[in-house]
């Protein structure tokens, strides 16, 4: 297999998984969209959410605080996989997400890349991804051919030195704020949660019934100002397995709306309920998969492959950069950007890169366009290439997530 042919242009047909088109959607939820650092993206939540509850020098980039005066206690809810665009598609199996959505609710855009390690890092410390360093589902760890898989990650390396931003909760914790983080009873103490979520009180739950429960535990257990900052992953799980719109996404998104509801019916009267996403999703066509390891022409110079479907990293062999462009751009075309780790850089995908991050970058970035990836089906392990949804790249659909804002 040497990779679907390539139309030129991408097509600009609108995806399965992009839904309807949102309030903004003016060019299509292909559109390539740009992170909005400092003017509406997730890094700005948390920082609005400590302004809000009175957290010296936290800036208020989202403009919360008018709205929300007088609250002294936050919930941030991270619903992964629900995309800005996912929204309309989910709205039949969830009328209180809808109606949130289209009372409440605006858009913002996750970090570059638009994958869940990145996202949550990025939403936890209120920094861009070249600031915090988790550049990626996975990056190859700098002076060595190891992929670092975030998701697997424990505690080499370590955690307070791959990632040494302070985040925004041990922030709020310092200013006397009661701080908790609620997930997943698995992910307590792992590398991830560490970047991301260290200075909470971290309080296991499984399902969404324990997670509306412990949320709303946590939000009412003192009379100080609380941040509480929970996190559901059944979507996005549904979504990559199955498809967005599967009869099991549609059972998640449902799930999604009884959460929701249960958080928003639970509020104090002093409290308010955030709501966003890490990224949206894409369905990808058979047609549309490129296979790395199966085409000499795509394998040639490459030494470690990271990143993911949509967001490719190649570390190359010394010398090779030039070559492993002009390869994979000739055998992808149109279906995707090939660049340079500067050229990379230069856009401001990442925001600006510390020194001490740019190798966990590749030699070549590759950033998938419409609905196509790249694949690895024998160096990553195989239910990576079985996947119906992925996300990662920059179009709207994998970019743009909600910002819902309830007040109790």
Do not use: K
């Not at 650092?37 to 989202?62: E, F, H, K, Q, T």
């Not at 936890?124 to 360093?133: D, I, R, S, V």
């Not at 509020?267 to 990808?284: E, R």
């Not at 040639?300 to 967001?311: F, I």
């Amino acid at each position: 297999m040497t990779g679907p042919s390539v139309p030129e242009p991408p097509d600009a047909g609108r995806p399965a998984g992009a839904g309807a088109p949102g309030p903004d959607d003016v060019a299509g939820p292909l559109a390539v969209v740009a992170p909005r650092y400092g003017d509406g993206s997730l890094a700005d939540v948390l920082p609005s959410a400590l302004a809000v509850l009175g957290v010296p020098g936290a800036p208020d980039r989202l403009g919360l605080t008018e709205p929300l005066a007088g609250v002294r206690r936050v919930a941030v809810l991270l619903v992964d996989g629900l995309g800005w665009y996912q929204i309309p598609t989910a709205a039949r199996h969830a009328p209180t997400l809808a109606g949130l959505a289209a009372t409440v609710g605006r858009p913002l855009t996750s970090g570059f890349p638009s994958t869940t390690p990145t996202s949550l890092v990025t939403l936890g410390t209120g920094a861009a991804p070249g600031a915090h360093g988790v550049l990626g589902f996975t990056v190859r760890v700098p002076g060595t051919d190891r992929v670092l898989s975030h998701i697997e990650w424990t505690t080499d390396p370590d955690p307070l030195r791959w990632q040494p931003v302070p985040t925004q909760l041990e922030r709020a914790r310092a200013a006397g704020v009661a701080v908790t983080a609620v997930s997943r009873p698995e992910f307590g103490g792992s590398g991830l949660t560490v970047a991301a979520n260290r200075g909470g009180d971290f309080r296991g739950a499984a399902g969404v019934d324990a997670l509306a429960e412990t949320m709303l535990a946590a939000l009412t257990a003192g009379t100080g100002p609380t941040l509480v900052s929970g996190y559901h992953p059944d979507l996005d799980r549904h979504g990559h397995l199955t498809g967005v719109d599967s009869a099991p996404w549609r059972v998640a998104a449902a799930e999604v709306d009884a959460l929701l509801a249960r958080l928003v019916d639970g509020l104090p009267p002093d409290a308010a309920l955030l709501v966003t996403a890490d990224h949206g999703q894409l369905d990808v066509p058979a047609t549309h998969r490129f296979d790395l390891d199966t085409d000499p022409r795509l394998r040639a110079g490459v030494r470690v492959v990271a990143g993911e479907a949509r967001v490719r990293y190649l570390h190359v062999a010394p010398g090779a950069v030039d070559d492993v462009v002009a390869a994979w751009s000739a055998v992808l075309g149109a279906a995707a950007r090939v660049r340079t780790r500067d050229e990379a850089v230069a856009t401001g995908w990442f925001g600006p890169v510390g020194e001490e991050h740019l190798a966990r970058i590749g030699d070549v970035v590759v950033v998938c366009n419409d609905t196509y990836a790249v694949l690895a089906s024998r160096s990553e392990h195989p239910t990576a290439s079985r996947l119906v949804a992925y996300h990662g790249s920059d179009t709207a659909a994998e970019m743009t997530i909600p910002l819902l804002v309830v007040r109790g």
